[in-house]
């Protein structure tokens, strides 16, 4: 594991001691570097996990996401390079080394093997988060969002804590290899109630669960487009991954307690969909839609069936890198228009072909069309909560309906139609900008070939 | 706690409008707690001028999706239509920048408040009759909950314009297109005229025409401030400051045919505070010029009309103020209450004011008569010189009257063809027009705020047409003349 994390940790003198010129560069070269190193971590030898020392490991869990992440830190490099354009040198590299330790912390995150360090740098990764939402976001309303970020998230893991502290005492250790083996069945008392409350709570904020999605929205649209990125793609599967991990102990008690968060999510993905439906403002838009799928995926965890967990992960994989995509591309649109109501700026296929073409691939990822890996997900998904319980597929089918109604209003408003005038003389697609749509859909398609790699450790 | 550091952090000209949403309500009303913690501080550390935290509610936000320039009854109109037509609540964020919110020399405030439809422009005519439907039902546009309906006074009196021998035949072609329009206005000989009205005097007169309904005059500060009233409810933010710079952004193109343009991008709206150097850069998609009079400069500001005259490039927005005297006068024996608005041949025009046999009154100078724009003094020599005896001729009962007070106001005047600018600017793409309507601004705003909000939303005009009135039209030469100017 160190040999992703140093070359990471030294990202930073990198971009300090590179020349003005040159850190752009020099970052993106290298952390593209690394991420091509990431790939080594898919060579797992065995059907648990692949054990680098007792301090970290990956398994076919978390190699996926680690992966993700590590594609995703030059891709929100070259997305930054225009909106930091105008800003001191200092600042620059300021905010560069923000998202290198946001990568760091996340890296060790996912192969984390003792609970309280993953808990330690879950807890780590809102600060430069919250430093990249404050300082850098658009807007007056962003001082609101990051403290929504922040208290949310705070509030919701510090049960966790005393939790796994209380576990610690019971058992000895929250490594994951010895906890495999400690798993006792938890009885259905009120303290065990509690405790399994404390564990998931923090996950479930974080996923987002439909009753505590507050604080999305504003993060996402408030945050820089490498904040939003980051925080679509990566900070979000964090819960996802949380909940997989910590389910292992907490049977059976999840079958009981799991009914008001599955219905809660049932209910919220249809409402966060049809409130897709009445959006104007067009990040607003993707960070709903972000919450949808996301409760898709919190269902298939807490059904706890091998196909379910299968959906749950290729179901993250997909997401993080549609939405991220998805934010990009209003991201180009911001940086030309300055606005981000999708009505100012329609009929953009005439101008931009080439960026229609990537509008077109993403709102046809997040609608979930075949062979995508997210229809794979979404389809595991529906089938296990078939069979869990027949009524859903009438909430699950309605739920793809209004996600495609609302993936195709928004590629129509923003790509067909008349044009305004006012977007007469849009500069064309950048290089730049072409090259990070095209490093989000490449992965995203070459994956529906090889969909066995993110079907995660049931497979 | 937390926000006090973060607002530490932040540079001189971000704002921290308190934790409020951009809707504009604070929700933790940390605005006020800011300022006690202030207070408590200087008292414990006396002397210090320097204070870390500092109120910024007074600035207008960072980021507008719409910035209109100029708070008169044209910008207020764009900005109504912009909110009423967009298709969800809330979707265009629309900021209205006016430098003196007491409206001191704005044009709306000082009009004469008449709207007629007797124009020789048919598009003249569907906007005035458009804006006297909406005034006629202003309180179901300009609703507000728990507010009374507004009263704007609307005195259906009419105009009775008169033309003279050589302009008679010219009338006669206009009023027959009021009239397909959809106008109500009657032709009248001399004889009718003496028979209807008996305090005219019919020399020199060889046909009139009266409008019959829709016409008359009414109040133009009840209009603003329902507009204003409206906007707020609607969300529209409203900033006192003035428009100091354009932050845009250049592009070299081809046309199709081979030639060179240069298109422009305004990114950013410098909006200085009043009486200080403080000012707020917001970044905007649109900027829609309705500054009136002073609709000149901030084209100019725009980059509009830098370049070798003759060109698109240096075609400059041609709307310079003009100034125009109204004077009040009393008149015992003057005509009744079923007076019009009167216009003479000669160019002098009155009206009844109120029910005590007050009038108002003026007459548009000559080129070579054209009083000096830079303030507001009236010139009463001017009346007497001129105004007077033409009314007298008119109405002989004029010729014993005394003049109670008199004001002055400016025309946005287009020197090109007097009518107005409506639309983009083919070059500097995200500048709107609404401006140089040369007196008759007023009565037309309502049906030209909604031409505007419809370019801007829909990408071309639906209702009424008014590519006649593009800014092109400068360039190409296309005068779309209006004759019937009082």
Redesign the interface.
């Known amino acids: 594991m160190l040999k992703y994390i140093i070359p990471t940790v030294m990202l930073m003198p990198l971009t300090w001691l590179s020349k003005g010129n040159m850190i752009w560069i020099n970052s993106t070269t290298h952390s593209l570097l690394i991420s091509l190193t990431s790939l080594l971590l898919m060579n797992q030898f065995s059907d648990n996990s692949l054990n680098f020392s007792l301090v970290f490991f990956s398994d076919s869990l978390s190699t996926p996401l680690l992966i993700l992440t590590m594609w995703l830190l030059p891709l929100m490099l070259m997305a930054s390079q225009h909106h930091l354009s105008k800003e001191s040198l200092t600042r620059k590299k300021l905010y560069i080394t923000m998202l290198i330790l946001l990568q760091l912390f996340l890296i060790m995150t996912f192969t984390a093997m003792e609970l309280i360090f993953f808990y330690i740098l879950f807890e780590a990764t809102l600060v430069p988060t919250l430093i990249i939402i404050t300082r850098w976001g658009n807007q007056t309303e962003r001082l609101n969002a990051g403290l929504y970020f922040l208290f949310y998230t705070l509030a919701g893991s510090l049960p966790l804590l005393v939790a796994l502290v209380y576990l610690q005492n019971i058992t000895g250790s929250l490594n994951f290899l010895i906890l495999q083996y400690w798993v006792q069945p938890l009885s259905n008392s009120w303290s065990n109630v509690f405790m399994w409350l404390a564990c998931m709570m923090a996950f479930m904020v974080k996923m987002p669960l439909y009753g505590l999605h507050l604080w999305l929205p504003k993060a996402h649209v408030e945050a820089p487009i490498a904040g939003s990125m980051v925080l679509a793609a990566i900070l979000l599967k964090l819960g996802g991954y949380g909940m997989l991990r910590v389910t292992m102990f907490l049977n059976p008690l999840t079958e009981f307690m799991a009914y008001p968060f599955i219905m809660l999510s049932l209910w919220g993905m249809i409402m966060t969909s049809s409130i897709c439906l009445r959006q104007t403002d067009l990040k607003s838009l993707i960070a709903y839609s972000s919450v949808s799928h996301m409760a898709l995926v919190i269902v298939a965890i807490l059904i706890q069936t091998p196909w379910s967990y299968m959906g749950a992960t290729a179901l993250m994989i997909a997401h993080g890198l549609t939405s991220s995509m998805l934010f990009c591309l209003a991201n180009s649109n911001y940086e030309r228009i300055h606005s981000r109501t999708m009505i100012l700026a329609r009929g953009l296929q005439t101008f931009l072909p080439l960026m229609a073409t990537w509008w077109l691939l993403a709102s046809l990822t997040n609608l979930a069309l075949p062979p995508t890996i997210n229809l794979i997900g979404e389809l595991f998904v529906v089938m296990s909560t078939f069979s869990w319980s027949n009524i859903t597929i009438i909430l699950m089918g309605l739920n793809m309906v209004i996600t495609a109604l609302y993936s195709l209003y928004m590629l129509i408003t923003t790509q067909r139609g008349k044009y305004t005038h006012h977007i007469n003389n849009i500069s064309p697609s950048f290089t730049r900008e072409n090259a990070i749509m095209s490093l989000h859909i490449l992965p995203l398609l070459l994956l529906s070939l090889n969909p066995k790699i993110i079907l995660g450790p049931l497979y | 706690m ?2 006090r550091a ?2 530490l ?1 932040l540079g001189p000209y ?4 308190g ?1 409020g ?2 809707r504009g309500g604070s929700t933790l009303d940390w605005d006020g707690k800011v300022s006690e913690i202030k207070k408590k501080i200087q008292s414990i550390f006396p002397g210090g001028a320097w204070s870390p935290l500092y109120d910024t509610s007074h600035l207008p ?3 507008s ?1 719409v910035v209109i320039v100029g708070g008169g009854v044209l910008g207020l109109s764009v900005a109504y239509w912009l909110k009423r037509l ?3 609540r ?4 629309v900021l209205v920048v006016e430098r003196d919110h007491t409206y001191a020399r704005a044009s709306t405030v000082l009009s004469v408040g008449g709207i007629r439809q007797q124009f020789s422009l048919p598009e003249n005519v569907q906007l005035s009759l458009f804006s006297a439907e909406f005034l006629r039902n202003i309180n179901e546009y300009l609703a507000v909950v728990d507010d009374p309906p507004l009263d704007l006074q609307f005195n259906p009196s009419g105009y009775l314009l008169l033309a003279s021998e050589e302009g008679a035949a010219i009338m006669e072609s206009n009023v027959k297109m009021q009239r397909k329009e959809g106008a109500k206005v009657c032709l009248m000989s001399p004889e009718q005229l003496q028979k209807k009205f008996p305090w005219i005097s019919t020399e020199g007169v060889a046909l009139a025409s009266y409008g019959l309904e829709n016409e008359g005059w009414f109040d133009p500060w009840c209009l603003l401030q329902g507009l204003r009233r409206k906007l707020q409810s609607m969300g529209v933010l409203f900033c006192q400051g003035e428009v100091t710079r354009f932050i845009s952004s250049s ?1 070299h ?1 081809e046309t199709g045919s081979g030639e060179q343009v240069t ?3 305004i ?1 950013e709206v410098h909006v200085k505070m009043d009486r200080s150097q403080e000012f707020q850069p917001v ?4 900027v829609v010029n309705a500054a009136g009079a002073w609709s000149g400069q901030i084209a100019e500001l725009a980059g509009v009309g830098n370049g070798p005259p003759g060109t698109m490039q240096g075609t400059r927005l041609p709307v310079e103020p003009r100034k125009r005297y109204v004077y009040l006068w009393h008149c015992p024996q003057g005509p009744g209450l079923e007076a019009p608005l009167v216009a003479d041949p000669s160019g002098a025009y009155f009206r009844r004011e109120g029910l005590g046999n007050n009038y108002l009154g003026g007459c548009s100078p000559t080129e070579e008569e054209e009083p000096d724009p830079g303030n507001l003094e009236v010139d009463y020599d001017f009346f007497q010189e001129k105004v007077w005896p033409r009314l007298a001729q008119r109405v002989p009962a004029f010729e014993t009257l005394k003049v109670r007070s008199a004001w002055a106001g400016y025309y946005d005047y287009n020197t090109f063809d007097q009518n107005g600018v409506v639309g ?1 600017h083919p070059l500097v ?2 500048m709107y027009f609404a401006t140089g309507f040369s007196g008759h601004g007023l009565q037309q705003a309502p049906a030209v705020g909604r031409a505007v909000a419809e ?6 005009f639906q209702t009424i047409n008014l590519s006649p009135f593009l800014f092109s039209r400068f360039y190409f030469g296309e005068k779309a003349q209006e004759h019937c100017i009082l």
């Not at chain 2, 971000?14 to 409008?17: A, C, I, P, Q, T």
């Not at chain 2, 809330?90 to 964020?93: E, H, K, L, T, V």
């Open positions: 937390l926000q973060l607002r952090r971000l704002s921290g409008r934790l949403t951009y936000p960072e980021r999706d967009e298709k969800q809330g979707a265009i964020r592009s193109m298109l422009k991008r990114h970044e905007c998609a649109i983009p793409v995200n370019m801007v939303l829909e990408g071309h």
